[in-house]
């Protein structure tokens, strides 16, 4: 079965800088990966979807990358600010319209 | 008009007892799921249907049921409530794994169940 590793369970910034979160993924080659941010008490809310012939995506002060030789997608947001802060899940596609998910970092961007 | 609901929000019972919880999507979307979230933040899939077909059934034990009565509801009937049912679930809808889609999943708010 798949296994999805996401870099670290939280990461600390500074508002301003910018956030890298990691995605590594082992035992499957997906067609696409997707990031979703899931604040407290609410279910994810999808932010962006890179196909595997893809290698970047950007959305505003969103970045995805997507290497699948590394087997690895890095999640970039710039000038990070406060209402940054949250968790961030990595998801691949399983088949039968599915999702494996990651099991998420929780960022934290100190003002 | 929220695109995902689910009710309860909260659900607090005790052992043995029998629950269910409802899901409602006004996306026209034909696939739903039930996922679980457990107190380490791992969402791990339950169930997916597809225009009222059962798909996925992950290892999940029977006394979880899923019901879906048309492809806009997907409900989630427990028997005999463990403590280790103790989660939040969360009910999702995409449009399946087409070229523009590509299973984007839209989620409800979830519903904290806290087994006594």
């Known amino acids: 079965s798949q296994k999805i590793e996401q870099n670290s369970e939280a990461l600390n910034i500074q508002e301003g800088k910018t956030a890298t979160l990691t995605c590594n993924y082992t035992?499957?080659?997906?067609?696409?990966l997707q990031w979703y941010r899931q604040d407290p008490g609410r279910g994810p809310v999808f932010l962006l979807l890179i196909r595997e012939n893809e290698k970047e995506k950007r959305k505003e002060r969103l970045k995805v990358t997507f290497d699948t030789t590394l087997k690895q997608s890095l999640f970039h947001i710039t000038a990070s600010q406060p209402a940054d802060s949250a968790t961030y899940l990595c998801a691949l596609d399983s088949g039968y319209s599915t999702l494996t998910f990651g099991k998420g970092t929780m960022l934290l961007v100190s003002p | 008009d929220t695109a995902v609901s689910q009710t309860p929000k909260y659900l607090v019972t005790q052992m043995g007892n029998d629950k269910s919880i409802k899901c409602e999507q006004n996306l026209g979307h034909d696939t739903m799921y039930w996922y679980k979230q457990d107190s380490k933040k791992f969402l791990k899939i339950m169930f997916s249907y597809n225009n009222k077909e059962l798909i996925i059934n992950e290892t999940v034990p029977n006394r979880f049921s899923p019901k879906s009565p048309d492809k806009a509801h997907l409900n989630l009937h427990i028997n005999s409530l463990e403590l280790g049912d103790s989660a939040v679930y969360f009910c999702?809808?995409?449009?399946?794994?087409?070229?523009?889609?590509?299973?984007?999943?839209?989620f409800g708010a979830g519903t904290r169940l806290s087994v006594l």
């Open positions: 999702a809808s995409s449009q399946g794994d087409t070229t523009l889609a590509k299973n984007i999943q839209y």
């Open positions: 035992n499957y080659s997906p067609a696409y």
